[in-house]
C-alpha cells in the first residue's frame, strides 16, 4: 500500500469538512441560510449499506501531522464516555522502531509510519461515523467523496507486519556522494566517502584513503556518520 512515511493509504483521500451543529430553523431570509447550511452538513453524511451493518473492517482517518497520538486519546475516550466499544474495537498509529546515529550515540526512537493518519477498526453504522469524524483533531475519512472507503485485507496485513518487524530501520542521514567519519570498527575514525548505499541490507560502501589509495570499505549503517 505506502512504502513511507510521505505516501498516504489511498490515492483518491479526500477530506470532509468538519460538521456543525443543527440549527433549528427560522422565519425569514435568516432561517432560509440556516436551511440551507443544515442542507449541506447533511449531504456530507456518507450512504450506510444495511448488509453490512454487522461487518468490522479498517478505516483510515486523516488529521494533522504530529497530532496522532492526541486524536488517539480522545477518540479512545470517546468510545469509552459514548458506550461504542461493540461498534469501535481498535484506534491504531502505525509505527516502527528506528535506530539513529547522531554525535556517536545511538538512539531508538518510535517512528509514525504514515504521519497525519490513524486507522480504526469498526462496524460503519452512521452512530460510530458521528463518533469518529466529530472526534478533536479528525479532519475526515479517507475515501471516495464522503463515503469512507475500508482497507483491502492485504493492505492490513502488510502494515501490521512492518509493525511487527524485528529488526529496526535504521535511520540513514547519509547519501552517495556525501563525506562521512567512521565511528566503529578497525577504521574507527577514519573519513571517507560514500559510494553505495545498500538499504536492503542496511550496509553502505564507502570509499576510504587507505595508504594512498582509495580503499572500498563495506559497513553496517551504524558504523558511519556524517562528517
Same mark, same amino acid.
Given at each position: 500500500?505506502?512504502?513511507?512515511?510521505?505516501?498516504?493509504?489511498? !490515492?483518491?483521500?479526500?477530506?470532509?469538512?468538519?460538521?456543525?451543529?443543527?440549527?433549528?430553523?427560522?422565519?425569514?431570509?435568516?432561517?432560509?441560510?440556516?436551511?440551507?447550511?443544515?442542507?449541506?452538513?447533511?449531504?456530507?453524511?456518507?450512504? %450506510? !449499506?444495511?448488509?453490512?451493518? !454487522?461487518?468490522?473492517?479498517?478505516?483510515?482517518?486523516?488529521?494533522?501531522?504530529?497530532?496522532?497520538?492526541?486524536?488517539?486519546?480522545?477518540?479512545?475516550?470517546?468510545?469509552?464516555?459514548?458506550?461504542?466499544?461493540?461498534?469501535?474495537?481498535?484506534?491504531?498509529?502505525?509505527?516502527?522502531?528506528?535506530?539513529?546515529?547522531?554525535?556517536?550515540?545511538?538512539?531508538?526512537?518510535?517512528?509514525?509510519? %504514515?504521519?497525519?493518519?490513524?486507522?480504526?477498526?469498526?462496524?460503519?453504522?452512521?452512530?460510530?461515523?458521528?463518533?469518529?469524524?466529530?472526534?478533536?483533531?479528525?479532519?475526515? /475519512?479517507?475515501?471516495?467523496?464522503?463515503?469512507?472507503?475500508?482497507?483491502?485485507?492485504?493492505?492490513?496485513?502488510?502494515?501490521?507486519?512492518?509493525?511487527?518487524?524485528?529488526?529496526?530501520?535504521?535511520?540513514?542521514? %547519509?547519501?552517495?556522494?556525501?563525506?562521512?567519519?567512521?565511528?566503529?570498527?578497525?577504521?574507527?575514525? %577514519?573519513?571517507?566517502?560514500?559510494?553505495?548505499?545498500?538499504?536492503?541490507?542496511?550496509?553502505?560502501?564507502?570509499?576510504?584513503?587507505? /595508504?594512498?589509495?582509495?580503499?572500498?570499505?563495506?559497513? !553496517?549503517?551504524?558504523?558511519?556518520?556524517?562528517?
Amino acid at each position: 500500500m505506502m512504502d513511507d512515511a510521505q505516501e498516504k493509504p489511498l !490515492d483518491n483521500e479526500e477530506e470532509l469538512k468538519p460538521l456543525k451543529p443543527k440549527r433549528v430553523k427560522a422565519s425569514g431570509s435568516s432561517g432560509a441560510s440556516r436551511e440551507s447550511s443544515q442542507s449541506r452538513e447533511e449531504s456530507e453524511i456518507p450512504q %450506510f !449499506d444495511p448488509e453490512t451493518a !454487522d461487518t468490522r473492517s479498517w478505516y483510515v482517518i486523516h488529521c494533522y501531522s504530529g497530532y496522532e497520538n492526541k486524536v488517539r486519546h480522545n477518540l479512545e475516550q470517546r468510545i469509552d464516555t459514548m458506550g461504542m466499544k461493540d461498534k469501535i474495537f481498535d484506534v491504531v498509529i502505525p509505527t516502527q522502531e528506528e535506530i539513529e546515529v547522531k554525535e556517536g550515540k545511538r538512539r531508538t526512537v518510535e517512528r509514525h509510519v %504514515f504521519p497525519g493518519y490513524v486507522l480504526v477498526n469498526m462496524i460503519m453504522t452512521e452512530e460510530s461515523w458521528y463518533v469518529v469524524r466529530n472526534t478533536p483533531g479528525v479532519t475526515g /475519512f479517507v475515501g471516495m467523496g464522503t463515503q469512507p472507503t475500508p482497507l483491502r485485507p492485504e493492505e492490513v496485513t502488510q502494515i501490521l507486519r512492518r509493525m511487527e518487524a524485528e529488526a529496526p530501520h535504521v535511520k540513514v542521514s %547519509f547519501k552517495v556522494g556525501e563525506r562521512v567519519r567512521i565511528i566503529d570498527g578497525p577504521f574507527n575514525d %577514519f573519513r571517507g566517502t560514500v559510494h553505495e548505499i545498500y538499504a536492503e541490507r542496511n550496509k553502505v560502501r564507502v570509499m576510504v584513503n587507505f /595508504f594512498g589509495r582509495e580503499t572500498p570499505v563495506e559497513l !553496517d549503517f551504524l558504523q558511519v556518520e556524517k562528517a
